[in-house]
Every structure is written in structure tokens, then in C-alpha cells.
């Protein structure tokens, strides 16, 4: 196996080439619309790149959603783009430094081709920014290959629509060698720059604010990217499935070569199904092509439940817009009957040995199917197609969406001066960097806390809050980092956090009340009226609301498991008023239990 990594992380700061404010969330009705259609031309290298070919041949036109809040004619590319954000260049500096890569002496922006509808120009600006960076991990060092900074793309609302409020959003990209080892260390990889990425304080942080890219190949296979693994302990589940599935189809390749599979000819059998039961073929035009000496091969798993003739029919659709296909393997099922399938193996002249595909489409898209089925299945014989692959978070199998991109996509950015990246700058960004992962594990464990603590806050995105409230109030650590782990607490404004932590050290509410009154802030409750309704009890309120507990349920005191039953109506009364071990101290006292 082979894999690397690419990790997208965003920036906290306006969008790159504009000042419009960044915005991941989209907003209701947009203001305005515009429509484009997009081409592909030709990159630096004189070629065209090969996935834009295939989206150009689509010849879509495309609805972008436009906010007077968020977009401006930079986003819509009907003005140059403005000057690089400072923030989001330094912010790229500084995890370039922590990630011990050298800074390239001049930032070129280059243009990406991309004419998937992701952005309006029809292509992604990106520079690099540094290279030959490394950091440790339990499996040895891993090479960190380049750090770009580059827009982020649009967000997809359908095939043919997109809004725009993301579009621009600066974005940092760290791509690593080939050097990880196994599935378990690539999510090592992946939370350890994370980490670092988090520990500059600079990115937005949150779910899906780091996008992961997972590059794997192996020895007889070709590299496909997974695009878009959001969640890190699905990652090592995605690698596992993507070495089956290269694996797998290396077999059958062995097959297609070995029994000399051939396509033949569409034929349309629309008249077999006129009467069908099955949803997917009735009322439709049905063309069906024999695939020679092929019984069994479309039928193969290739990934847990997903078989080879699957496989082709998410290129289909990737390609087409063709939503599937059905093969002789899988038959009769989903309505067909064995008296159709008979009737499509005479029509196709099938042998026992031959398998058939039935695609459900119209007299114009059926050749162009043809073609895309004969070039996947040359293409299997000869050597694996190097693709993107979109991830199923549900069962961590992955689907075809494209041809991986090649250098022949970019050319130099004409609108934008190239940036001198001067020695003054890094220095600046030495002289102000953030403590690493490591550093600040040991100043965790330094302020008391136990490992399992220090390790939560680390991951979590609550360790800025930690250092505020440890910072302002002399509460209890321990007990700040497991109310902080155990509540929502990031709902919780600033302010109101270092005041509750300052009367939980003055004692004046106790550390049960701390998730309750959370739970009653985010609901909006007043503040003041919390603190009073909260007041921790003194000695002497407690001990004469706990007489009167017992006073007032004297008939209890006879049943079996008494302690248990007073416990309880003493905990429901006193809840978040004071200590929960107090209060069973005294209970037992008051009943003279003695432990």
C-alpha cells in the first residue's frame, strides 16, 4: 500500500482575494442569480486536462446563488480579484514553520481548471507557499510535501446549482509523501496536523471546518483520491475498503483478459418490459448490450456489498447522468422475471457463458454508454483508472465521481502581482508562534490534570476556553476541564463562563450546579435569577433542609432500602445547591448510619 494524505483546513478571516465576510452556512432565498456555462481550456503545458474534458462534454449550465452579504463581483468574476489576505498568508506561514517546511521565496497564484460548476471563473486560484516539511509520529517521520493556500470552491445545492457564500474562503492545503504505513497511521497523520493546524488559533474550528483527501494506491493498482473523509475514525475503514476494491478488480481483470470478455452492440429490448413489474424499467426505453463470456464477472464484490456491475454504473451516472444499470447476474430480481431474462438472452443472442447490461436511457445517450462501459473495461485490462472517488460515510465504501486531475489544469494567475515572501515576514511569524501540540500537552498535564483529560481537551475545541477561565479564576482545573469535556460550554458566551467559574472558587455555587445552570443559559434563562436560585447552602441550610426532608417522610423511614428512597427525594430537592457527597454524609448521619 501507498498513502498520503491532503488536509484542507480553513482560515478565520475574510475570503481571500475580497474583503466580503466568510460564511459556511447557507442563507435562505438568494438575493440574486446568475447563470454561466463553462469550458475547458488548455493549461500551462499546452494540453487539456482530462477531468475537465469530461466535465465540459457535459455542456451544463450552471445557477449560481448570489447574497449581498457575502458575494461581491470578485466572486462572480466580473471584477479582479483584490490583494492576498494578510491573515490567511501568515496564518499559512506560521503551520508551514511548526511543520518544519521551508517557505518559497516568491508566492505565485496559480489558476486550477475546474469546470465542475464549483467556481464561477472556471477555475480555483492556489499558490505554493512552502515544501520538504515533516513531523513525528509512533511509525517514524513522515515527509510533508507542499502547503498551498488556495480559495475554497461553492457549495453544491444540486447537479446544476450552487451558492456562492463559501466561494473565496481562504483555505490552507498540506499534502504529505507516500509515507504512511497502514490505515491506523493515516488517522494518526491526519489528527496530529489537525492538531497543529488547531493549535495556531487562526482556523475555524468545528465539524467539517478540516477536510481530508485520502490518496491510496497499491502495488498492481493506480492512486484514487478519496475526497472529502470528514470523519477521522472512518479513515482507516475507507483505506482498508480501497485496497479490497483494487484488489478485487486486479482479479477480475485477470478474468476480462483471460475469457477475452468482449461488449457487443446495443439492442433495444423496450418490448420485453412492456409489461414488466419492475419500477425501474417499466414505461421506459430499454437497451441492453451482451458482454461475451462474462457470467459472474458483473455480479463480483469488489467492496463489502458492492459488486463490479455497480462500479460501472456510478460511472455511468457520474458520466451520463444514467441512474444505473441492471446485469444477467443479478437477475430476476426488483420485478424482472425469469421469462424476461429469457427473453433478453434470446434477443441477445446470449450464451450460457455471456453475460448481458440493461440501461434504462434514450436513443441519444445509449452509444456514448457503450463507449463509457468499453473504455472502463479496456482500461481495467491495461491498468487501473486513476480516479476521485467520493466517500459513503454509512458503510465506508467509496463511489466513483471523476478522473483524478493532472499538472496539465494550471497556468499562472495574470491578475495577481506574484508576492515576495521576505525573510522580515518570517521572522515576524517565528517570533510570534503558538505553542505545539506537545508543548501544550505539558503544560496541561503541569496545571493538574490527568492524561485522559489532557488528551480530550487536545482534541476537543474547547482548549482556548480552558486557558481563559484558568487564566481568570483560580477554580478547581480538574473540575473546569470535565465541566467544560462533559457540557456544551462553546454555546456559552465568554463572560458568563469566567463569572460562573469565579463563584464556583468563591464557593458560592457548587460544581453540581455547573450543568444545569449551562443547560438553562443556552435556553435563555437570566443569569441573575440562576445564581440566586443556585446559591450553594451553607453547613447549617443544608443540614436543616435535610431534617426537614426526613421530617416530612417519616412513613419511608420503615421501608427496606430507606437511605436510598430519602437519598433520592434529598437529591431531587437540593439539586445543584450543594455537594452530592455532603449531602449523603448527611443523610446517613441523621438516620445514624454508620458506614
Excluded at 515544501?131 to 447537479?159: F, H, M, P, Y
Excluded at 436513443?363 to 479496456?378: D, H, M, P, R, V
Aim: proline fraction near 3%; aromatic fraction near 4%; hydrophobic fraction near 35%.
Amino acid at each position: 500500500m501507498r498513502c498520503g494524505l491532503e488536509l484542507h483546513v480553513q482560515v478565520n478571516s475574510s475570503k481571500l482575494f475580497c474583503r466580503c465576510p466568510c460564511q459556511d452556512d447557507t442563507l435562505d432565498k438568494p438575493d440574486y442569480v446568475i447563470k454561466r456555462k463553462l469550458h475547458a481550456v488548455k493549461g500551462e503545458t499546452g494540453k487539456v486536462d482530462i477531468a475537465a474534458k469530461k466535465e465540459g462534454e457535459k455542456n451544463k449550465v450552471i445557477k449560481y446563488n448570489c447574497y449581498y452579504e457575502n458575494t461581491c463581483l470578485v466572486d462572480i468574476d466580473e471584477e479582479p480579484p483584490r490583494e492576498i489576505d494578510e491573515l490567511a498568508l501568515k496564518t499559512g506561514l506560521e503551520i508551514a514553520v511548526i511543520l518544519n517546511m521551508k517557505p518559497v521565496d516568491e508566492l505565485q497564484i496559480m489558476r486550477k481548471l475546474i469546470i465542475d460548476g464549483s467556481s464561477v471563473s472556471g477555475f480555483q486560484r492556489t499558490g505554493l507557499l512552502a515544501t520538504n516539511g515533516w513531523i513525528e509520529t509512533s511509525q517514524g517521520r513522515v515527509r510533508i510535501a507542499t502547503l498551498c493556500i488556495e480559495e475554497d470552491s461553492a457549495k453544491r445545492i444540486d447537479d446544476n446549482t450552487f451558492s456562492l457564500e463559501r466561494l473565496g474562503i481562504p483555505l490552507i492545503e498540506i499534502a504529505t509523501e507516500p509515507d504512511i504505513k497502514d490505515p491506523l497511521h493515516a488517522r494518526e497523520v491526519a489528527e496530529k496536523i489537525g492538531m497543529i493546524c488547531k493549535f495556531t488559533g487562526k482556523i475555524v474550528r468545528g465539524i467539517g471546518s478540516i477536510r481530508q483527501d485520502v490518496n491510496v494506491s497499491t502495488p498492481k493498482g493506480s492512486r484514487v483520491e478519496i475526497k472529502g473523509v470528514q470523519d477521522l475514525s472512518m479513515m482507516p475503514k475507507f483505506i482498508e475498503n480501497e485496497i479490497l476494491r483494487q484488489e478485487n478488480i486486479i482479479k477480475i481483470r485477470e478474468e476480462l483478459l483471460k475469457n477475452r470478455v468482449k461488449l457487443g452492440e446495443y439492442k433495444e429490448v423496450s418490448q420485453v418490459f412492456a409489461k414488466t413489474n419492475c419500477s425501474f424499467l417499466k414505461n421506459q426505453s430499454i437497451y441492453g448490450f451482451k458482454l461475451s463470456n462474462a457470467s459472474g464477472v458483473l455480479g463480483t464484490r469488489i467492496q463489502k456489498e458492492k459488486t463490479f456491475g455497480k462500479e460501472l454504473a456510478e460511472h455511468l451516472k457520474a458520466e451520463l447522468s444514467i441512474n444505473g444499470l441492471l446485469h444477467r447476474d443479478e437477475l430476476p430480481n426488483y420485478g424482472v422475471t425469469a421469462a424476461e431474462v429469457q427473453s433478453v438472452i434470446n434477443s441477445l443472442e446470449c450464451k450460457e457463458k455471456d453475460n448481458f447490461i440493461l440501461i434504462s436511457t434514450n436513443a441519444q445517450k445509449i452509444s456514448l454508454a457503450g463507449e463509457i462501459i468499453s473504455n472502463y473495461l479496456s482500461a481495467v485490462c491495461k491498468e487501473l483508472p486513476k480516479e476521485v472517488r467520493a466517500p459513503n460515510h454509512s458503510d465506508g465504501t467509496s463511489s466513483y465521481m471523476r478522473p483524478l486531475p493532472s499538472g496539465q489544469r494550471m497556468y499562472p494567475e495574470t491578475d495577481i502581482p506574484v508576492i515576495r515572501v521576505k525573510q522580515e515576514m518570517i521572522s515576524d511569524v517565528i517570533s510570534k508562534l503558538s505553542k505545539t501540540p506537545e508543548q501544550t500537552y505539558e503544560w496541561l498535564k503541569s496545571t493538574g490534570l490527568n492524561d485522559e483529560l489532557c488528551s480530550q481537551l487536545l482534541k476537543s475545541d474547547k482548549l482556548a476556553l480552558y486557558e481563559l477561565i484558568t487564566d481568570k479564576t483560580n477554580a478547581d482545573n480538574t473540575t473546569v476541564a470535565s465541566a467544560l469535556m462533559m457540557n456544551p460550554a462553546e454555546k456559552i458566551s465568554e463572560d458568563y463562563l469566567v463569572l460562573i467559574f469565579k463563584l464556583l472558587e468563591e464557593e458560592k455555587i457548587c460544581k453540581e450546579a455547573l450543568p444545569i445552570m449551562f443547560e438553562k443559559i443556552i435556553k435563555k434563562e437570566n443569569i441573575n435569577s440562576l445564581i440566586k436560585e443556585y446559591k450553594q447552602l451553607s453547613g447549617k441550610e443544608l443540614k436543616l433542609k435535610i431534617s426537614a426532608i426526613i421530617d416530612n417522610n417519616k412513613e419511608l423511614l420503615n421501608q427496606e432500602n430507606s437511605f436510598g428512597i430519602i437519598m433520592k427525594k434529598a437529591l431531587e430537592e437540593l439539586r445543584g445547591k450543594a455537594d452530592a457527597g455532603l449531602i449523603s454524609s448527611l443523610v446517613k448521619q441523621r438516620l445514624g448510619i454508620h458506614d
